[in-house]
Every structure is written in structure tokens, then in C-alpha cells.
């Protein structure tokens, strides 16, 4: 398979959660599918530091932190063609609800960023699997109709995405959630997970479940 991983910076306090992002390489390359990385080319909307966890006056840029992930090997989101791909996965971190889209306090929903809802709206009707980790699910808890998804246990942003309108089921750390209909599979990792171990055993199970999932559709 063909995996295009979406990155949102570097860091799970602002940016794409590494462990999740690496995790999920390592199993889809031991599998023998190939991982290629994309982010948007716009500034980061705001740059924690990770050791003292406050903001910075500092300013960054979405694709160059994420470049730090991908080993420089990486394309800007608007060069992704969703044909030329099998699936779609988006790392959760916090980069995932605040680069890629923010929050619009006074509608109470999340606001999907131009060329990521683009993007998921070409990959939806090019039938290219969605997958997310962790926070990720957020994304589309309003873009479908009811889709369902998982962020482990019935936490915080679980019961956000309810409110937007999303079927959010309990998963364990080492399961998949699948909405066949929708093409959309999500697997809780560091929603959940303790350790680099059980985010890990969350980006195989991913691995799996996508593996599954186009068998089916193909037969």
C-alpha cells in the first residue's frame, strides 16, 4: 500500500505527536508499505515550549518543524493527489486541532483549516481510507454523517466529538475502531496510551486493521 502520512509540526504540544508518527511508520514500512510525508506550508498558530510548557513569542513554520519528523522528506498538502493513495494518516499531537484547524468558540465547533478539508474531501470521494490517531478523530467528527470513531475511553474530547455529532465507541489501547461506511478507521494511542509500548501496540493495530479493511474491499 501506498500510506500518506499528514504532519502538523513537531511535538506533541503544538505539533504532530513524534511517537504516534513514529510508531506508525516503523509498522507500516515492516509491513513493506511505503510512507510518504506531507504537512501545510503556513506558520504553526502558536509554538510551545516543550520543557516549560508555555507559549512563545517565537514563530514557526508547519512543514519546516515537520520536516524534523520526516527526515527532510516531505511535500507540501496541496501536492497530495488522494488517487495515488491507498490511505491517509493523520498523527494525532495538538498540532492535529490547532494547525491543521481551530477552534471556533463561539459556534462550539472545530473549524477544519482550507486545504485539509480539502484534502479530506478529495480523499472521501477518491475512496482513500481515512486514518486517525489519538486527538485526530476531531477532525471529521462534523464533516459526516455520524461517523464512528474512537479516542479509547469516554474522555474530554470524546465527549466534544459527541456534541459535534460523531458515534464515539471505547476501545482498547491495542484496538481499531472501523466505519466501513465511511471509510474511516481511528485507534486511540497516547488518548489512552502510558508509554511508547502501548502507542506502539495502537499503530499496529491501525496497521492491521487498514490491512484487513482493503482486503475486503477489494474482494
Not at 40 to 52: E, G
Not at 100 to 125: C, G
Request: hydrophobic share 40%; with cysteine.
Amino acid at each position: 500500500m501506498r500510506i500518506a502520512m499528514i504532519l502538523s509540526g513537531c511535538g506533541v504540544k503544538d505539533g504532530s505527536e513524534i511517537h504516534e508518527t513514529v510508531c506508525a511508520t516503523y509498522c507500516f514500512e515492516e509491513r513493506g508499505h511505503s510512507v510518504h510525508f506531507y504537512a501545510p506550508n503556513r506558520p504553526q498558530t502558536q509554538v510551545i515550549d516543550h520543557l516549560s510548557g508555555k507559549s512563545t513569542a517565537e514563530e514557526r513554520n508547519i512543514l519546516s518543524e515537520s520536516a524534523r519528523i520526516a527526515r527532510g522528506q516531505i511535500h507540501p498538502i496541496e501536492k497530495l493527489n488522494p488517487i495515488s493513495y491507498d490511505a491517509i494518516v493523520f498523527p494525532g499531537g495538538m498540532g492535529a486541532v490547532t494547525n491543521l484547524a481551530y477552534q471556533d468558540k463561539e459556534l462550539s465547533k472545530l473549524i477544519l483549516e482550507p486545504d485539509v478539508e480539502d484534502l479530506i474531501i478529495r480523499a472521501h470521494a477518491a475512496n482513500c481510507t481515512l486514518c486517525f490517531m489519538c486527538i485526530a478523530p476531531l477532525l471529521v467528527a462534523q464533516m459526516f454523517k455520524n461517523p464512528r470513531m474512537t479516542f479509547g475511553d469516554m474522555n474530554p474530547i470524546a465527549k466534544q466529538a459527541q456534541e459535534l455529532g460523531a458515534n464515539v465507541v471505547e476501545c482498547k489501547v491495542d484496538e481499531a475502531c472501523v466505519d466501513e461506511e465511511l471509510n474511516i478507521i481511528s485507534v486511540p494511542a497516547y488518548m489512552i496510551a502510558k508509554n511508547i509500548v502501548e502507542c506502539m501496540s495502537s499503530a499496529k493495530a491501525l496497521v492491521d486493521a487498514l490491512e484487513k479493511h482493503m482486503t475486503k474491499s477489494r474482494n
